[in-house]
């Protein structure tokens, strides 16, 4: 788990709150329904382990490499 940051935060996946199946935007599988996960401040969404992968090499947006 990560530190609170104003460029991320936690959430529990709502199917019905986003509207579609969303896939994890880097290992790019299925995300479940109340899954828990990470959205960026850019609206990009992943797993948490894998949020939390990339986060720990990167500090930048994986998808449009803004700055967390």
């Known amino acids: 788990r990560l530190?609170?940051?104003?460029?991320?935060?936690?959430?529990?996946?709502?199917?019905?709150?986003?509207?579609?199946?969303?896939?994890?935007?880097?290992?790019?599988n299925d995300i479940l329904e109340y899954s828990q996960i990470y959205k960026t401040v850019c609206c990009h969404l992943a797993h948490s382990h894998c949020f939390v992968d990339w986060y720990n090499t990167n500090h930048r947006c994986h998808i449009c490499q803004r700055e967390l």
Request: aromatic share 12%; hydrophobic share 25%; proline share 4%.
């Open 3 to 28: 530190p609170q940051n104003r460029n991320y935060k936690m959430i529990f996946f709502n199917k019905s709150k986003e509207g579609k199946d969303i896939k994890c935007t880097i290992c790019l």
